[in-house]
């Protein structure tokens, strides 16, 4: 005959087996909404946010056997684990009308300036009071998001010691810049960002110049 506490010990492992399933299903959906959206980012970015947001919250990756979020997105190819990490910062701190207007990249670049301005608390009153750019104040809507992104830079500078790393990448990109556009490469861009293990410099070039830059610079 079984007893109370056999009975109770069944119920319980019939219920972690059921909450289980109902996880590991829950994860792939969420990883099958990724996907059919990855192709259409710049317009779906938010949905893609709120997906990866709820499967790291939730810590869903576990009902697939992955011992952690980053471990889940290599292994099934999902995105790199900075671009992840880009849109849950967006869904947890802009508003979607408001992050739908910018763009992800402008409302990336937003959530960072409030995180590290301490005078300014929300998203509301960053985009009442705009950014410094240059001597002046620049409304959020007519800057970059590297006007955005190196106004919270100077803000860092001014609070935290600054990262000889960080200085250095700043210091190569502005210096690959200069060399690519004095190469031909007009209008060119290098910014400088943190990546695994240390930074990574990022270079945007015109696909129309990029033929005579590659000759220019043989």
């Known amino acids: 005959m079984a007893t109370a506490q056999g009975v109770r010990t069944k119920k319980l492992l019939a219920a972690a087996r059921k909450a289980s399933t109902a996880a590991g299903k829950r994860a ?7 996907e059919r959206r990855k192709a259409r980012i710049a317009e779906d970015f938010y949905e893609i ?13 576990v009902a697939l056997g992955y011992s952690s979020f980053g471990g889940l997105l290599a292994a099934r190819k999902v995105m790199s684990r900075r671009t992840a990490e ?13 992050a739908m207007e910018l763009g992800p990249e402008k409302a990336y670049a937003l959530a960072r300036l409030v995180a590290t301005t301490p005078e300014l608390d929300t998203i509301d009153e960053v985009l009442e009071e705009g950014v410094r750019v240059g001597k002046g104040r620049k409304k959020i809507a007519g800057a970059s998001a590297r006007e955005i992104e190196e106004a919270a830079r100077a803000v860092r500078a001014k609070t935290e010691k600054p990262d000889p790393r960080e200085v250095a990448a700043d210091k190569a990109a502005r210096t690959l810049q200069a060399a690519v556009r004095a190469a031909g490469g007009k209008g060119a861009t290098a910014t400088a960002s943190r990546a ?11 696909a129309a110049r990029v033929e005579a830059l590659v000759k220019a610079l043989r």
């Open 28 to 34: 792939e959906e969420l990883l099958a909404l990724i």
């Open 86 to 98: 880009k849109l849950i910062g967006v869904v947890s701190n802009v508003p979607r009308p408001k």
């Open 196 to 206: 695994k293990g240390g930074f990574e410099i990022v270079l945007r070039v015109d």
């Open 49 to 61: 946010g709120l997906a990866l947001a709820e499967i790291r919250k939730k810590k869903l990756f």
